[in-house]
């Protein structure tokens, strides 16, 4: 089975008026998504951002968690903040993969719009259980990642579709279920 990495990316993000922005670090991403991690057996989650001050908050609020009063207060939350890495670019955390895996991995990413490099849940999920390259998956934070940075990855996973026509889930929401996706149990061939 491959091993499989996540990423959240804060920049380069669009805004609503196309123009390349940094967001601002969540709470609540780091949180979320470092316990839906742990759950699905991600490898490794790295938050992704390019500004030092916005680092900072981030490693404070997994020092709380990790060694602070938080480690004692909720040591769930703690075992789920070992899997998660900061770093400054896509760049460095694709580096420390292949440093960890002796190879390069897939990099995949969502977006709510098909592209000639859409792949399925399916298909992926079937890498996944059958190949060893590691999988790297990117999120997007704000209106998602710039086109140039979304055509340089490997894949781009095909759209969450709900019953109604509206498709705009918070990150949050979007990476637990694809890692459900990816690396739940198949309640369909039961």
Known sequence: M?????????????NKHKEVITTAITN?????????????????????HNIPAQRELVRTIM?????GFGSTYNPDRKDAFTGVELVNSIAVAVRMI?????MKPIVATTDARTYDNTISYARMREHLENEGRPVLVLFGT??????ETM?????????????????HLSVRSAV?????R?????????
Do not use: Q
């Open 2 to 14: 491959a091993n499989l990495y996540i990423g959240l990316v804060h920049y380069p993000i669009m």
């Open 28 to 48: 609540y991403d780091i949180h979320d998504i470092a316990r839906a991690s742990i759950t699905y057996d991600v490898s490794k989650y790295f938050v992704i």
């Open 63 to 67: 020092e709380h968690w990790k060694s």
């Open 98 to 102: 292949e440093d960890l895996e002796g």
């Open 142 to 147: 704000g209106y998602g990642m710039t086109k």
């Open 151 to 167: 055509e340089s990855f490997d894949y781009i996973l095909e759209p969450i579709y709900g019953h109604g026509e509206y498709n």
């Open 176 to 180: 637990s279920i694809i890692l459900d």
């Open 182 to 190: 990816l690396r739940g149990e198949a309640w369909w061939n039961k």
